[in-house]
């Protein structure tokens, strides 16, 4: 049974560049989170994605938006690009409200 | 607002002796509470996590920690660590039993010496 999976591992922009991180859920999960762990921080809550629609945000700007597809796969983008952007990306899912299991992150790094 | 304390930075510890790990929450109801652990350069591994119910709760690896609505804290513990155990730990709360958005601490390092 695969875990949650995310891509790219790492990447590389620069600052007023767009990106676009991919997540695909635990088998069986249909909620997907979206979190921003900055280097040396605990991870902040940007958004959740039940049934293709965005169920809570956190205190993050538009600039980061997302999409869940019907097979429960979920889309991070974030535009114009800043320095402060870099970080590590983590999905985690869930089925319905239980608990959220993380996948591997994505390194993103804004120069 | 949530809001979740650890209160170490970092923490060394010896292999083979135990370990305490410090969290502290602030929430006005029942807070639903987890401790993660995160290996280097890898995503959050779910180590336990406390509803209700009992007060102790046992997880994997040999954790366990104990809720403490008097004191607001849910501590992590280990009899006897392992050096596998060095790793970054977060404590989290949820503020629904849908824990739809999880507050993280700031985390605690720690390192084990032979």
């Known amino acids: 049974d695969a875990g949650v999976t995310q891509s790219p591992t790492h990447l590389i922009k620069t600052r007023g560049q767009q990106v676009t991180l991919r997540c695909s859920p635990k088998?069986?999960?249909?909620?997907v989170s979206w979190y921003q762990q900055a280097l040396g921080q605990g991870p902040q809550f940007i958004f959740q994605?039940?049934?293709?629609?965005?169920?809570q945000r956190g205190n993050f700007p538009d600039r980061f938006s997302g999409h869940q597809f019907p097979n429960y796969s979920s889309e991070l983008n974030v535009n114009a690009l800043l320095l402060g952007d870099s970080a590590l990306y983590l999905c985690?899912?869930?089925?319905?409200?239980?608990?959220?299991?993380f996948g591997p992150g994505t390194r993103l790094l804004v120069l | 607002a949530q809001s979740v304390t650890q209160p170490d930075i970092h923490i060394t510890v010896s292999e083979g002796a135990s370990l305490e790990l410090r969290c502290n929450y602030s929430?006005?109801?029942?807070?639903?509470l987890f401790w993660y652990v995160q290996s280097p350069g890898q995503g959050l591994q779910l180590l336990l996590k406390?509803?209700?119910?009992?007060?102790l709760v046992q997880g994997i690896k040999g954790f366990e920690a104990e809720f403490k609505r008097s004191q607001s804290s849910f501590n992590l513990r280990k009899p006897s660590v392992h050096w596998s155990d060095a790793a970054e730990y977060f404590c989290?709360?949820?503020?629904?039993?849908?824990?739809?958005?999880?507050?993280f601490g700031t985390g605690t390092r720690l390192t084990i010496i032979p």
């Open positions: 929430y006005g109801a029942t807070p639903y």
């Open positions: 985690a899912s869930s089925l319905g409200s239980q608990t959220q299991y």
């Open positions: 088998s069986g999960h249909d909620t």
């Open positions: 989290a709360v949820a503020d629904t039993f849908g824990n739809e958005k999880l507050t």
């Open positions: 994605y039940y049934e293709e629609e965005e169920r």
């Open positions: 406390y509803f209700s119910g009992d007060t």
